[in-house]
Every structure is written in structure tokens, then in C-alpha cells.
């Protein structure tokens, strides 16, 4: 039973353009989530988080939203760069639950932006 | 700061042998996961450390796995006997408690069961 939800295996953009990330949940104790962004033979590199109270956070090219009424998340990536070419992974946690710090993840997203 | 360091980085050993994965988190942090990712089930979180000490262990498939933090800075996977079916890459992370949840990957054991 997948509680974390990323149904595109692959994704395809041109340099420049905006790469969008989705992510589904179906956990409503989940309060606290985060991408990370995973090379070949490196492990995951953390990205960016949002807790369940904001539905937007912005770092630098990176945005992501919240929808919490959809338990939905997206990763913008804008402008997408050759460099951001990797697998992105949405993971969450019940964080505020007796502070648990288990990490439930998606499947990933293979991203790739083309010159 | 040096990141998660993990040793060996490949490991291919023949069925029922033992293996011993090795993990130094980063100074300072107070938890440490081992995570096992396949193509098949993806990620999947091992067991967990809160300074020193187990926290959840549901994610040990079976009793030929087991984990151990006897200090701050070394942890131990350990599988006996080995299967075909562990062949996976193998994870250690850490992180801090006053954190969101942000966690530091090494970067992995490639463990090959023959």
C-alpha cells in the first residue's frame, strides 16, 4: 500500500522551461514533507520541505506547493538546467506525532532537461 | 564537515555468508537510518536510532538482519546468512533532533548476494 504516490516514472524538459514534480499522499497524519534529489551511485541529497501549516516554500529556482484538501505536492523547478537532470524523490512524515522522525517515500521521478 | 561516510561502498559476497555494512554519521546529529532501496519497493526505511538507542525496527525484514549504534559515531548493518534477495543498495542517514526532518544520506552499499 503506497502512502506516498509519484505517478510519473519519467519526466522530459527543455532547458529553460519550467519542470513541474508531482506527488500524491493519502496519509492525512503526514504534516511535514520534502524532496530530495538523487544522482547515479550518490545517495538521495535533500532538496527542499514544507510543513502541513504553509501550502507554498520558495528556495532559490525551487518552489513547492502545498494542496493539502487534494493531499497533493508539487516541486517547480524554474528555469530547469542540464544540472537538474536526476531522479526526484517526495517523501513525508507524521512529524508531529510524538515526534516521529520515519520518512515514507515515493517511488521517485526521473527527470530529465535537455540542452 | 565531512558527510555520512559508509563502507564498503560495494560488497558481492555468495549466499549464506555473512555481511557487515559500516556507517559513521555526522558529528553531532542524534539519528541515524539504515534504508534499503530496490526497483521494486523503492526506499524502505530499515530501522532508526535516537542517540544510540533503536527507535522503530519494523522495517528488518527478518531476524538475518540486524542493526546496531554501540556510540554516537558508528553503526553496523548486519545480515546472516546472506540471500540472493538482499542484493540491494544500502543507505545511512543522519540527522539532527532540532531539524524539520531533513536527512544527510551517505552514499550507499552496493551489496551483490551471489
Known amino acids: 500500500d503506497q502512502q506516498v504516490k509519484q505517478n510519473s516514472p519519467s519526466l522530459s524538459v527543455q532547458e529553460g522551461r519550467i519542470s513541474i514534480l508531482n506527488c500524491d499522499y493519502t496519509n492525512s497524519m503526514f504534516d511535514y514533507f520534502l524532496w530530495y534529489k538523487k544522482y547515479p551511485a550518490e545517495g538521495p541529497t535533500f532538496l527542499i520541505s514544507?510543513?502541513?501549516i504553509k501550502d507554498k516554500n520558495e528556495d532559490g529556482r525551487f518552489t513547492v506547493f502545498l494542496n493539502k484538501s487534494a493531499k497533493h505536492l508539487s516541486l517547480h523547478i524554474v528555469p530547469s538546467q542540464p544540472g537538474d537532470s536526476a531522479v526526484y524523490f517526495c517523501a513525508a512524515s507524521a512529524h508531529r506525532a510524538g515526534n516521529n522522525r520515519k520518512l515514507i517515500w515515493g517511488l521517485g521521478t526521473s527527470l530529465a532537461v535537455n540542452p | 564537515d565531512a558527510g555520512v561516510i559508509q563502507s564498503p561502498r560495494h560488497e558481492v559476497t555468495e549466499m549464506g555468508q555473512e555481511v557487515t555494512l559500516r556507517c559513521k554519521p555526522i558529528s553531532g546529529h542524534d539519528y541515524l537510518f539504515w534504508y534499503r532501496q530496490t526497483m521494486m519497493r523503492g526506499l524502505e526505511l530499515l530501522i532508526y536510532?535516537?542517540?544510540?538507542?533503536?527507535?522503530?525496527d519494523s522495517g528488518m525484514p527478518e531476524d538475518r538482519f540486524s542493526a546496531k549504534m554501540p556510540n554516537a559515531s558508528f553503526s553496523t548493518l548486519k545480515i546472516q546468512p546472506s540471500e540472493p534477495r538482499d542484493s540491494a543498495v544500502y543507505f545511512c542517514?543522519?540527522?539532527?533532533?532540532?531539524?524539520?526532518?531533513?536527512?544527510?544520506f551517505g552514499p550507499g552499499t552496493r551489496l551483490t548476494v551471489l
Open positions: 542517514a543522519s540527522s539532527r533532533r532540532t531539524s524539520g526532518n531533513e536527512q544527510f
Open positions: 536510532f535516537n542517540n544510540n538507542v533503536p527507535i522503530d
Open positions: 514544507i510543513s502541513s
